[in-house]
T-cell receptor, first 113, second 119 residues
Framework: DAKTTQPPSMDCAEGRAANLPCNHS???????VYWYRQIHSQGPQYIIH???NNETNEMASLIITEDRKSSTLILPHATLRDTAVYYC??????????????FGKGTLLTVNP | DVKVTQSSRYLVKRTGEKVFLECVQD?????MFWYRQDPGLGLRLIYF???????EKGDIPEGYSVSREKKERFSLILESASTNQTSMYLC??????????????????FGAGSRLTVL
């Protein structure tokens, strides 16, 4: 199963871009990279996902390296409300039951005024 | 927007009590999930259901059961609550199973969580 590695914490100034890295060196060719975030005392919230190509939506951009061994989530103009734990997840399969999304410890992003 | 509503935000129960945690989603999703979240352990899957009356065990099903009598509702049951079940419980739903090959729209929508304290 592909595992992910993220820094435990990062800081970012309000209004600046936040770039959150994720390593997933054992990812296989058909596995997607998902990003979720969890604001304190709330449930996780889906942000974006991708397979090979870079992706952008109204919340963020996802840059996946050509070898797919790492990715970066970009919040272009971070606000205080973006302070949260950000989870990078690669689809996990287990015994044919491919329903699991395994959440690691994520990165605590703190956006400072 | 998809809404996943968990009936209780905070509950305090006593050891041995039977506890019901209710979850309702309003977007006709086939799949529903129960996770628990504990400091240092992340989110762990307890049970999931891919259809009415269908269920599968997750990583930590011991001490829990579930019920899915209607598509929109998924209940987590603690038959006899214990102190080690004190946790944040998160319900989620999805239109397709997360990680299905070839599908890019398998996202989980979570509820706000139910924080259970067992005394």
């Amino acid at each position: 199963d592909a595992k992910t590695t993220q820094p435990p914490s990062m800081d970012c100034a309000e209004g600046r871009a936040a770039n959150l890295p994720c390593n997933h060196s054992t990812i296989s060719g058909n596995e997607y990279v998902y990003w979720y975030r969890q604001i304190h005392s709330q449930g996780p919230q889906y942000i974006i996902h991708g397979l090979k190509n870079n992706e952008t939506n109204e919340m963020a951009s996802l840059i996946i390296t050509e070898d797919r061994k790492s990715s970066t989530l970009i919040l272009p103009h971070a606000t205080l409300r973006d302070t949260a734990v950000y989870y990078c997840i690669v689809r996990v399969t287990s015994g044919g039951s491919n329903y699991k999304l395994t959440f690691g410890k994520g990165t605590l992003l703190t956006v400072n005024p | 927007d998809v809404k996943v509503t968990q009936s209780s935000r905070y509950l305090v129960k006593r050891t041995g009590e039977k506890v019901f945690l209710e979850c309702v989603q309003d977007m006709d999703h086939e799949n529903m999930f129960w996770y628990r979240q504990d400091p240092g352990l992340g989110l762990r899957l307890i049970y999931f259901s891919y259809d009415v009356k269908m269920k599968e065990k997750g990583d930590i099903p011991e001490g829990y059961s579930v019920s899915r009598e209607k598509k929109e509702r998924f209940s987590l049951i603690l038959e006899s609550a214990s102190t080690n079940q004190t946790s944040m419980y998160l319900c989620a739903s999805s239109l397709t199973l997360p990680g299905m090959l070839g599908s890019g729209a398998n996202v989980l929508t979570f509820g706000a969580g139910s924080r259970l304290t067992v005394l």
